[in-house]
């Protein structure tokens, strides 16, 4: 995997406050730039993968270390 660009520490936060802080990242971020977010909302999983669907980002990897979910976003 190529090397992260960007983190975004979106723990604690709920929905939809983790896709909007997500939206802000990838405004600032080059076409091709991965974006590794952590957040600690359960249903940020599946906000996580719809959202990539929509807007046609490419999310490249969902891992789970306990409470916390780690996505890689691949900017489109």
Do not use: N, W, Y
Request: proline share 3%; with cysteine; charged share 25%.
């Amino acid at each position: 995997m190529q090397a992260i660009d960007k983190e975004l520490d979106a723990r604690g936060l709920l929905c939809p406050l983790p896709i909007l802080r997500t939206k802000q990242s990838l405004a600032t971020m080059s076409s091709g730039q991965l974006l590794r977010i952590t957040a600690t909302d359960k249903g940020s999983v599946i906000d996580f993968q719809v959202f990539a669907e929509q807007t046609g980002h490419k999310l490249v990897s969902l891992s789970q270390d306990a409470d916390e979910f780690v996505f890689v976003l691949k900017k489109r």
